[in-house]
């Protein structure tokens, strides 16, 4: 168990001690608005949310709920919780040649085989679900393509991801019973469940095993024939493989005969379950509580406390883009409290911490501590998961290349150049600016801005982004200041200075002058904004 779900167990507040003056100075409402709706749906609030929270503060947490029951927001759960659980790997041991698929369909399999779990998280949270359901429910989520390959009851005529269910009869546990989870997680046949297991620790409790630190005793061989017997006896083993080996002995429906077989890794099989207590010589169970089988397990998941915890941490974890410390006790323990009061319901922890000190801070009193500057994240860098749905919504941007997103894949694109987890190699959002990151940002920005002057400079358009603007405008007009301050607002949720306008009319006269056309210069401008540290920061 991580030592902040420790302290969270064993500390209470004196009710008469006075409270602690904070340092943390908090944003203006429309950066905080900026900050929420790129949080919570992975876009740029709209001009008007702009407009409405820079007039009325007081409403920003209305607009909240509004961007919570947005379809987005079920989106922005999975981009979130890919993060923490790294499911949405490039390859997994099935392809796209064990089911006859093309080539151009193996970025669309991958990310549907890696996502299914992250689905059904997701649509608890969006849903307003019992968050038990992650680990109870008797359904998991799929598309088309898992519902063309694998024993998926997809419903008729739907489309995208939709509640579906499995017909190979495996029992009701969430995502414990998913093969998107399992096939990420992979556990050799001779590795009896044991990694499969570990994984369960970590992602369900934030207890993460294999971290823990291990000395075994003289003499003791890992590849000794009496492993076996070390592992139930010898006390440096127990106090890992006492609380692995039950949890493995409930995944045995998951064991291939043939781990590299994907009509045997796609299939349940319930004849399996009781190889379990046969092969690790252990009865299935959950932490000294005896359990029968998988469903079984899952409920005793969600009735530890470990569980609630883990759930609030991650998803505090997800907003503050940070991890969490003893700092954070305090609100990791009123996060808790309605999320257990209320029926388990993520979207109360949200709530809690989308208007808590340490996500609504945006700088530091004179006062404020190394330490508190050091943890805290006041200023959080866009990534290449977020710069994907933004750069969407802004120029309906697709960056494509041979059916791969180019922003949400390793293997030809720029995830992990762009800050982002890919699940194997780069396990947590990348925090600070570096070389690779820098230049996805620009060429996503050229490419963007691009898009944007296209669009919006269209004979009989109406521009989104350079209002009042045409191809004829120029920075001696009026509508150019309109043009260039209503990008500024959109795109950085401030108000844009007189010297920042000539600033970018001299820019857009630079490129005129040097023999560019005014569709290059505006493009210019543009991709200067997408740049801007307070464009790629929120």
């Given amino acids: 168990m991580r030592t902040v779900a420790v302290a969270l167990l064993l500390t209470a507040c004196d009710p008469t001690e006075p409270p602690v003056a904070s340092t943390l100075v908090p944003l ?106 992650v680990v109870t429910a008797d359904w998991t989520m799929a598309n088309p393509l898992l519902g063309s390959i694998w024993p998926i009851g997809y419903p008729a005529g739907a489309d995208g991801w939709q509640l579906s269910r499995y017909t190979d009869h495996r029992p009701a546990a969430g995502v414990l019973a998913v093969n998107g989870l399992w096939w990420r997680y992979i556990s050799p046949i001779f590795n009896e469940n044991r990694a499969r297991a570990a994984a369960i620790f970590d992602l369900l409790v934030c207890s993460d095993v294999l971290s823990r630190p291990v000395v075994l005793s003289t003499g003791l061989s890992i590849s000794d024939s009496s492993t076996t017997d070390a592992i139930q006896s010898e006390p440096t083993c127990l106090a890992c493989h006492a609380s692995i080996e039950p949890v493995a002995a409930t995944l045995f429906g998951f064991v291939p005969l043939d781990d590299q077989s994907a009509l045997e890794m796609e299939t349940y099989h319930p004849e399996r379950e009781n190889l379990g207590s046969s092969k690790l010589g252990v009865e299935p169970a959950w932490m000294g509580h005896p359990v029968a089988g998988l469903a079984e397990l899952g409920a005793a998941i969600a009735d530890d406390p470990r569980f609630i915890d883990c759930a609030v941490q991650t998803a505090t974890e997800g907003l503050l883009r940070r991890s969490t410390g003893a700092e954070d006790v305090v609100l990791l323990r009123d996060a808790r409290e309605p999320f257990v009061n209320n029926g388990l319901h993520l979207k109360d922890v949200i709530r809690l911490v989308v208007q808590s000190d340490a996500y609504t801070a945006g ?41 791969y997103d180019q922003l949400d894949n390793d293997f030809i694109g720029f995830r992990v150049l762009g800050g982002s987890v890919d699940g194997v190699t780069l396990t947590a959002p990348q925090r600070t600016p570096g070389l690779t990151w820098s230049l996805t940002v620009q060429r996503a920005g050229e490419v963007s801005a691009g898009r944007i002057v296209d669009r919006d400079l269209a004979d009989g358009a109406t521009p989104s982004l350079l209002v009042g603007a045409t191809s004829a405008t120029v920075p001696a007009d009026a509508e150019f200041s309109t043009a260039v301050a209503a990008a500024w607002w959109r795109l950085l949720a401030q108000r844009p200075s007189d010297d920042d306008i000539a600033g970018l009319a001299a820019l857009w006269q630079s490129v005129v002058d040097a023999g560019g056309s005014a569709t290059d210069a505006w493009t210019t401008v543009v991709a200067v904004l997408l740049r801007d540290p307070d464009f790629v920061s929120y």
């Fill in 28 to 133: 203006d409402g429309p950066r905080l608005a900026r900050r929420m709706s790129i949080d919570l749906r992975g876009v740029l609030p709209t001009t008007a949310e702009l407009d409405e929270v820079e007039a009325h503060p007081e409403n920003i947490h209305a607009l909240a709920e509004t961007w919570m029951a947005d379809a987005r927001f079920e989106e922005r759960m999975v981009q979130i919780y890919q993060e923490r659980w790294r499911t949405s790997i490039d390859e997994f041991r099935g392809t796209i040649y064990d089911y006859g698929l093309s080539e151009d369909e193996s970025y669309a399999f991958n990310r549907s085989v890696g996502e299914e779990p992250l689905r059904v998280v997701a649509h608890v949270v969006a849903t307003d679900r019992s968050f038990a359901d």
């Fill in 363 to 403: 700088g530091f009193t004179d006062d404020a501590t190394t330490e508190t500057v050091d943890h805290e994240a006041t200023r959080r860098m866009l990534v290449a998961n977020q710069l994907r749905t933004i750069d969407a919504d802004l120029a309906d941007l697709h960056w494509d290349s041979r059916g």
